[in-house]
């Protein structure tokens, strides 16, 4: 998303790219800012990617106010009343340029003279709300004066020149962390500002309170009376019995603004205001809930996650959830973080092409369903709080959503026609897997922008009532992405007037809107009895029990978690995990001859190739502030002292005048590393790709390294998504090839160490690599996995087609052999195998029906860890809609040193057993069932 950040989830409905979390514009661009009022940029070629750069440095931006009144505010920290503090940087205000003849017409913080009054998303609506952001004076868009102002001294009314309505307070309120915005200009005292010269501050006539950017408000609303004997204070009840108290004190004018990401405060109850949007896929992200000021300047940034997901580690994924939640805690305590944190991404990562397949942990739906288990129910439960959430996740985008922007579709106006095979099959079990209390048991939902077969996902009862809630049994809260309410009725047109659209998503399930839409027509909605009370107040419960839930309305000192302070972040042994996963995620392609690994005395090394000093490029999108980067050049530099560099080419462009370079180096040197690949320019939130060819004059470089190098040349690949390797896999000349999806902080440190043997690689592929022409036989927009006759097939499930290197390839710097330790065939009636497949049945809790044991052995020289990869092959794979073949199980052994011998068992259940049929449901498959593990082969007869 980003309603104007972004580095999350789309914010705005069309443009939405990631953001750097550190960097802070001196100005926004035409088209940097979105929201509501999206406007999208030029489309494709160098304009697109123009504008995604210079997106890239406001993504950033809409922080929250979460700051204390001495720290600088970050762009998109929004604008609220405030009791006036002596010498508050924050309430300090120049107006020079709006009472002086000739000034721009901003009105500016006075010690932060870059900050500018700005009204979010260039609104000019009534309720658009108001907040700082970087001084943009130079942008003469006529559509882009959102943050010109003029000040009439005898209605003390401050007008803003683009829409001609006033600054107000929100509800008329004359509370502290009252919200501010446009309105139409009436005259009333709410809109009343008087500028006192002495202290610098502009107040509120009504309320004599602070015009103020964002002083934060501690969360203590059961520390005082009367709130400690009502019984949303209790502790002793549920806390949907709590939340239901609470939500009957609100008083109703104070309900519509607690609809959107930035909720308003509850004066009456001294609740604050809350943000919901925080963000942690691989550590906690640049977000609007996220504030990177000290004492949290910085996070433990861990590869994306699809490096993550190709190490098949189980016990990894727990670890790095246990770490995100610790860290994420110690922002909240700090002040610079809500306790709702907007991860993980787990679509399948069906199509190559795809900008944010990246984000996720691959292409197969049960490897995705075990890292949500696992990831997700450690970053959200620990034993040193049993009686609440750590912090809580939200699983996205639900669902059947993987298309950004392409051949004409827009995410936020795309219709997914997903047949009920698939959904059953490919699309619905992560998501089970992710909020079943038999899984995660997230508590937290995002619908995506898209619709279902012709219904908006955030309006769509089966998906959000009658699956998550009543099939699956979600506890939690339910939001639309950023923008995607909108989406609803100005996108996908299912809705054609705002009282409808509320009806719509509220009554479908939707408890909160990231966006303004709810908080800006659900009270005319309920006045016009589209929308009931009762249905408000029940989405109200829902987002209060779960923060009830997160403990922030309990007393401190009863918390266990609110003890974790910022000395628990980037800890030496979260430093040792991120570099842990980085190694794991390392996938070996080729090897030929063993040129792999290097030896450390090597005399020199040439490293080329516009990826050797990546930093930031390694965190992929949705990242934070690292506390530490190491590129690949200087870990190796750390190993090899002599070292020729030459960048060689640039990621996209054309121009090759840096081959002589990049060949002068390889000529010099012992052996030729090349580092390369793509990165977020090319694929990102907002941005498909139309290629999966390697960009620019990569291919070209690599061949002329291959002719030019006096030793073996190596290929290191960075990106989520992958290209076409054809040319240098079937390159006699290209010794080694390397896989490292985006590494994250340690991802400089892992490549060296892999490639001069201080760990022998073992990650396996977690996604296909298909040719470039793969992308020529099916559509973006076909949703399909199985074939059919405009679509190949999708993943290695349903596409039998040529590809460059299968899901699962992986080597290894030893070898392994691999055996069943069953030899006889069982047999298992088919009555039993239905029996655990109904409609009240579920995958995660279906019993096993008998077990396989590999048995994995070291063969070579070398100790390494050795991933399992066991797939089932039914009757009639990969006919009439079969899977060719599907991952049932998976193992990472550690540390196998020569000789040994280990095993693993593998439970079979009836699911994996069992095919789905064309109508969604899924029955026992009588025949021989064969479990294979790197050709070795066993079976199972299922009997009919």
Not at 28 to 47: I, K, L, N, V
Not at 493 to 508: F, G, I, M, P, Q
Not at 801 to 828: A, C, E, M, Q, R
């Amino acid at each position: 998303v980003r309603l104007s950040p972004s580095g999350r989830d789309g914010a705005h409905q069309r443009c939405a790219l990631h953001p750097a979390p550190s960097a802070r514009p001196a100005r926004r661009r035409s088209g940097s800012h979105a929201g509501a009022g999206c406007r999208p940029g030029p489309r494709g070629g160098g304009g697109h990617h123009m504008l995604r750069s210079l997106l890239l440095f406001v993504l950033g931006a809409v922080l929250c106010a979460t700051l204390s009144a001495g720290q600088e505010p970050s762009d998109g920290t929004y604008m609220q009343l405030f009791k006036c503090v002596a010498g508050s940087a924050r309430q300090q205000w120049d107006l020079s340029r709006v009472v002086n003849n000739g000034g721009d017409k901003t009105i500016r913080l006075k010690q932060y003279e870059d900050k500018c009054l700005d009204i979010s998303n260039y609104g000019t609506s009534n309720g658009a709300q108001i907040w700082l952001y970087g001084c943009h004076t130079d942008d003469k868009e006529p559509s882009h004066q959102n943050q010109e102002f003029t000040y009439n001294t005898a209605t003390k009314q401050f007008r803003s020149t683009l829409s001609g309505k006033c600054i107000d307070v929100q509800n008329n309120s004359t509370e502290a962390g009252s919200p501010i915005q446009i309105w139409d200009c009436s005259g009333s005292a709410n809109q009343q500002w008087v500028y006192n010269e002495a202290d610098s501050t502009i107040r509120g006539v009504a309320s004599g309170l602070c015009l103020d950017a964002g002083t934060n408000t501690p969360w203590t609303p059961c520390a005082t009376q009367p709130n400690q004997g009502y019984p949303f204070c209790n502790m002793a009840l549920t806390p949907q019995q709590r939340a239901a108290d609470l939500v009957s004190r609100i008083p109703v004018a104070n309900k519509w603004r607690l609809f959107g990401n930035s909720a308003g405060n509850i004066p009456s109850l001294q609740i604050p205001s809350y943000q919901w949007w925080s963000e942690a896929l691989h550590g906690v992200a640049g977000s609007p809930g996220v504030t990177w000021a000290a004492p949290t300047t910085c996070a433990t940034s861990f590869p994306q996650i699809c490096t993550t997901g190709a190490s098949f580690d189980t016990d990894l994924w727990e670890q790095i959830g246990q770490v995100i939640s610790t860290e994420a805690r110690a922002f909240s305590n700090a002040g610079h973080a809500g306790l709702t944190f907007w991860t993980p991404n787990l679509n399948i990562f069906r199509d190559p092409r795809w900008g944010r397949g990246q984000e996720t942990p691959g292409e197969d739906p049960y490897l995705t369903s075990q890292y949500v288990r696992h990831y997700v129910y450690n970053l959200q439960y620990s034993s040193e709080d049993p009686k609440r959430l750590k912090m809580s996740s939200c699983c996205k985008h639900y669902a059947a959503y993987s298309l950004e922007n392409w051949g004409g579709n827009d995410r936020c106006s795309f219709n997914a026609v997903v047949t009920q095979q698939d959904i059953a099959d490919t699309y619905f079990p992560a998501f089970e897997a992710c909020i079943s209390p038999a899984g995660a048991a997230a508590s937290g939902i995002m619908c995506s922008y898209n619709a279902v077969n012709g219904v908006p996902s955030c309006a769509n009862s089966f998906l959000l009532t009658d699956t998550a809630r009543n099939k699956w049994s979600f506890n939690g809260y339910i939001t639309g992405d950023c923008g995607a309410v909108s989406c609803v009725q100005n996108n996908h047109h299912y809705t054609n007037n705002s009282d409808d659209t509320c009806k719509a998503v509220l009554t479908a399930g939707l408890d909160i809107d990231c966006g303004d839409f709810l908080p800006n027509n659900l009270a005319a909605a309920v006045s016009h009895n589209a929308v009931s009370m009762a249905t408000v107040d029940h989405a109200l419960t829902n987002l209060y029990a779960v923060l009830i839930r997160l403990g922030l309305f309990d007393p401190e000192e009863v918390q266990p978690y609110r003890k974790i302070g910022p000395d628990q972040i980037n800890t030496p042994s979260a430093q040792a995990l991120a570099l842990r996963a980085a190694r794991e995620g390392l996938v070996l392609l080729k090897n030929e001859g063993s040129a792999l690994p290097l030896s450390k005395t090597l005399g020199s090394i040439a490293i080329i190739g516009p990826n050797a000093m990546a930093t930031t490029v390694m965190q992929g999108n949705y990242y934070g502030t690292a506390c530490s980067l190491t590129s690949p050049l200087v870990a190796i530099k750390n190993v090899i002292s002599n070292v020729n560099y030459a960048q060689g080419s640039t990621i996209q462009t054309l121009d090759q005048s840096g081959f002589e370079a990049a060949c002068t180096a390889a000529k010099s040197s012992s052996a030729t590393v090349f580092i390369g690949g793509i990165t977020n320019d090319i694929e990102a939130e907002g941005h498909d790709r139309d290629s999966i060819a390697w960009p620019g004059v990569q291919p070209q470089l690599i061949e002329r390294l291959t002719q030019c190098s006096k030793g073996p040349v190596i290929l290191v690949v960075m990106g989520g998504g992958t290209v076409d390797m054809t040319a240098q896999r079937d390159n006699a000349n290209v010794s080694a090839i390397i896989w490292a999806g985006y590494p994250g902080q340690a991802g400089g440190q892992a490549i060296a160490d892999v490639l001069f043997g201080t760990v022998s690689p073992a990650g396996r592929l977690a996604q296909t690599i298909y040719p470039a022409g793969y992308v020529n036989q099916v559509k973006m927009s076909d949703m399909g996995m199985r074939p059919s006759s405009v679509n190949p097939g999708r993943t290695y499930r349903f596409y039998p087609g040529p590809v460059v290197y299968p899901f699962g390839t992986g080597l290894s710097y030893t070898t392994f052999t691999y055996k069943w330790s069953n030899t006889s065939v069982w047999s298992i009636p088919a009555d039993l195998v239905h029996k655990n497949i109904g409609d009240e049945s579920s995958f995660l809790t279906s019993p096993a029906l008998a077990s396989v044991t590999a048995v994995v052995t070291n063969t070579g020289k070398v100790a390494s860890d050795c991933v399992v990869l066991a797939f089932a092959v039914g009757p009639d794979a990969g006919k009439n809609g079969n899977p060719i073949k599907s991952l049932f199980g998976f193992k990472r052994i550690f540390t196998l040193n020569p000789g040994q011998e280990a095993t693993v068992t593998f439970p079979v259940t009836s699911y994996d057993l069992s095919y789905v049929h064309n109508n969604g449901s899924r029955a026992s498959a009588p025949g021989d069932w064969l479990f294979e593990v790197e050709g070795a082969i066993t079976k199972i007869n299922v009997e009919a």
